[in-house]
């Protein structure tokens, strides 16, 4: 059963637009929601995250948006550049209580045009 | 801090045999997870081990298997391989950080091809 669903699969962004990448999750127990960035032949990197105790998180061009009642969350990315072309993940975990389990989405591939 | 290194990173192995995986965690880091990542199934957990116990499973059969010894580095093994099982094996290190959630940092992978 997946999860946490993504969207879009791909997105094509000029440089210097803004980039949007959706998630919804079904699990109310999640509390803890990353972003990670990965380069091909590359693991997964931390990007940012977020607490459902806040609606927007940013972080230099990168702000997480969080919608508790709707049980969605997304990344933005402002000023898109070509070196932010990658493959991003959004993912969710439960209390650290119950161990360091990430489930993730299915990834969107983002390619920035110059 | 030197990051999470996996090793090795590349590897080719037939049908049948088995496989072992090493993950050495960021210094400090008490929790290492292993994810199996395949382009049809995207980021699978595989396990998590803390101090040397395994603290979650994912849903994968029993030929998946792993251990933690005491200065946390981390082993997968796979038996009696599959074609299904090449994918990019990718180990994380977490930390608590206060509020209590963890911050999961990901090694390079290792890269299985099974022919």
């Known amino acids: 059963q997946q999860q946490v669903k993504q969207s879009p699969q791909s997105l094509i962004v000029q440089k210097g637009g803004i980039s949007i990448i959706n998630c919804a999750y079904e699990n109310t127990a999640f509390d803890y929601f990353p972003w990670y960035q990965q380069f091909p032949g590359k693991g997964p990197a931390l990007l940012i995250a977020i607490r459902p105790d806040v609606s927007e998180k940013k972080e230099g061009r990168f702000t997480i948006s969080f919608n508790k009642s709707a049980k969605q969350f997304s990344l933005h990315i402002m000023d898109s550049q070509p070196g932010d072309s990658a493959t991003y993940f959004c993912?969710?975990?439960?209390?650290?209580?119950?161990?360091?389990?990430?489930?993730f989405g299915e990834g969107t591939q983002l390619t920035v045009n110059p | 801090k030197a990051g999470v290194t996996q090793t090795p990173r590349y590897l080719i192995k037939t049908r049948g045999q088995q496989v072992t995986l090493s993950c050495s965690p960021i210094s400090g880091h008490r929790s290492v997870s292993w994810y199996q990542q395949t382009p049809g199934q995207g980021l699978q957990f595989l396990f998590e081990?803390?101090?040397?116990?395994?603290?979650n499973k994912g849903n994968f059969p029993g030929r998946f298997s792993g251990r933690q010894f005491s200065n946390s580095r981390s082993e997968m093994n796979v038996s009696t391989l599959e074609l299904g099982d090449s994918a990019l094996y990718l180990c994380a290190s977490s930390f608590v950080l206060a509020g209590g959630y963890n911050e999961q940092f990901f090694g390079p992978g290792t890269r299985l091809t099974v022919l």
């Open positions: 081990y803390f101090s040397e116990t395994q603290r």
């Open positions: 993912a969710a975990s439960k209390p650290e209580t119950s161990g360091s389990r990430l489930t």
